[in-house]
């Protein structure tokens, strides 16, 4: 407990920057799901409140995710009712408890580091492009969608050059003011004033915003934000009115097999999610601290089943608001948890209040986050690391930013182990030659993979040479390998070549080659 209170002063507000990020964000992916509003508001408070309290992640914050919007409202519209949709999200959060108990989150420890920067960097060009509109008042496409096409087959491209014809004057106004001053809360003016400075740069962008259009309100009915371009939360007149937005799970649809592949579908990709998610925040995190996957599972797998039993959409941990969460200096959990407790302390006491927040200044947050996601310096670092790192890396970017975060990711993974590969067959065998005599050394694992590679060495060697096949410092070498070098000794004779083969005593390699070893 004193670990936590220790760092409270840097977790309230940071809670409050997650608050800001996340409200919106619950909102826009309900509306892109087709669900009722609400239920995104239940899963964001379930995320903070009951995944932040099982996770054993310091810095991770989950809520409704952008990546599961088409397959949530393929299943709304599939499926009898909402309710119904309601018992597959609470059946696929017993699934993750299940993969959590299974030890499958180990599955995040193989997915390459050029990625993982990959995937930080596209959500913050994304972050850029798609709250751009939202910025300038062109508020055509939910808050939070991250896919490269839109519900109405706007793709992100297009979704910009639409702003720029439709724009909306006091958006402009408010989202220009609102990035001016989150500029300047992060300078060192700032920075030396310590009690302003513990003061949440958000919140006040957000105040100043509702302060600037209210003041049109006032002076300038005609140029004042509407309600399409502000926070649109559902208000309850009363207790009874609030408790109507919750729903309960329709359990007599248990034996529809369309819930069950639905329940299946979303533990899957969720849990895929949220183990990409960790893994990032995890480099994030100016600690280094290092989340279990399994414990990150099971506390998913608790929060979705409690998510799906009050009426909320499913959760997975969210790299937007977890990115948001590191950047307003978080030290610990206790700000996840304290953000879903305010929001769900705001929506019942202050909803009216809050839909009096201008979308342009949230855009202005969530740009000024994506900023510091895809700064230029990481872009820098992965071309001097060479092209092993910096292809997967632009790789996972671009794909990403033309199809979906999950998609994207999956081609990033597929590049960066073909890159991973291609490195341990160049480290395993190494070849150098001085006039006619060749080295031939094989090193760590050579495994079947590397035979096309062996092969090719062995036959280039030319007439005349004197080769010399070191398998002293490998560790394991496959029999399609030895099989291999055995053929090039049967034949090298006919091309007067001399070939000695040095095998370790101390190592256990089993070597079946038809030649005399000499022994080292």
């Known amino acids: 407990m004193n670990r936590y209170l220790k760092n409270i002063r840097y977790d309230v507000p940071a809670s409050v920057v997650v608050l800001l990020v996340a409200l919106p964000l619950c909102l826009g992916i309900a509306l892109g799901s ?7 508001i239940i899963a964001g408070i379930v995320g903070g409140v009951v995944v932040g309290f099982f996770s054993a992640s310091p810095l991770s914050v989950s809520g409704p995710a952008a990546g599961l919007t088409v397959i949530v409202a393929s299943a709304i519209g599939r499926l009898p009712s909402f309710e119904s949709f309601l018992l597959a999200v609470m059946l696929a ?3 993750q408890i299940l993969l959590g108990i299974v030890k499958a989150g180990v599955l995040g420890d193989f997915v390459p580091n050029s990625v993982i920067k990959g995937m930080l960097a596209a959500i913050g060009i994304i972050l850029i492009l798609k709250q751009f509109p939202h910025l300038v008042g062109y508020d055509h496409d939910f808050v939070g969608n991250e896919g490269f096409e839109g519900p109405d087959h706007e793709n992100t491209f297009q979704s910009l050059l639409n702003a720029l014809n439709r724009f909306t004057p006091a958006a402009i106004i408010i989202g220009g003011l609102s990035l ?19 003061i949440p740069g958000p919140l006040i962008v957000v105040l100043v915003g509702m302060a600037v259009n209210g003041y049109f309100l006032s ?14 939360l559902p208000v309850a007149a009363d ?5 109507s937005f919750l729903s309960l799970p329709d359990f007599s649809q248990w034996k529809n097999p369309d819930v069950w592949t639905t329940a299946v579908t979303l533990a899957i990709v969720a849990s895929l999610e949220t183990l990409l998610s960790i893994e990032a925040i995890d480099k994030l995190d100016p600690f280094r601290r290092v989340t279990p996957n399994n414990r990150e599972l099971l506390a998913q797998g608790v929060g979705n089943t409690v998510s799906g039993l009050l009426g909320g959409l499913p959760v997975t941990s969210v790299i937007v608001r977890s990115s948001a969460n590191v950047n307003a200096g978080a030290r610990s959990k206790v700000s996840t948890i ?5 929001m769900l302390i705001f929506v019942v006491t202050i909803p009216g209040l809050l839909n009096l927040i201008p979308l342009s200044a949230l855009a202005a947050i969530l740009i000024f986050t994506g900023y510091k996601l895809a700064k230029w310096q990481m872009f820098r670092e992965f071309y001097e690391k060479g092209i092993d790192q910096l292809v997967p890396f632009l790789v996972t970017i671009i794909a990403i930013l033309f199809t979906d975060l999950l998609t994207g990711i999956i081609i990033g993974i597929f590049v960066g182990l073909f890159f991973v590969f291609r490195s341990n067959f160049k480290s395993s065998i190494f070849v150098i030659n001085d006039d006619h005599k060749y080295l031939v050394r094989l090193r760590k694992d050579v495994s079947f993979l590397n035979k096309p590679l062996v092969r090719k060495k ?16 490998a560790d394991f070498i496959d029999k399609d390998v030895i099989d291999t070098i055995n053929e090039f000794l049967a034949h090298a004779h006919l091309k007067n070549i001399q070939v000695e083969v040095k095998k370790s005593i101390h190592k256990p390699i089993h070597l079946l080659f038809r030649q005399q070893i000499t022994k080292a």
């Open 239 to 243: 207790a009874s009115g609030f408790l």
């Open 93 to 95: 959060g017993i699934f």
């Open 458 to 473: 062995l036959e280039s060697v030319p007439e005349g040479s004197y080769v010399i096949i070191d398998a002293t410092r």
């Open 180 to 198: 001016c001053l989150l500029m300047f809360w992060e300078s060192v003016l700032i920075k030396r004033l310590p009690v302003i400075s513990l």
């Open 34 to 40: 087709k669900a009722p509003l609400f239920s995104g």
């Open 338 to 342: 304290l953000h879903g407790l305010l």
């Open 219 to 232: 002076a300038h009915p005609d140029l004042a934000l509407q309600s399409e371009h502000l926070v649109a």
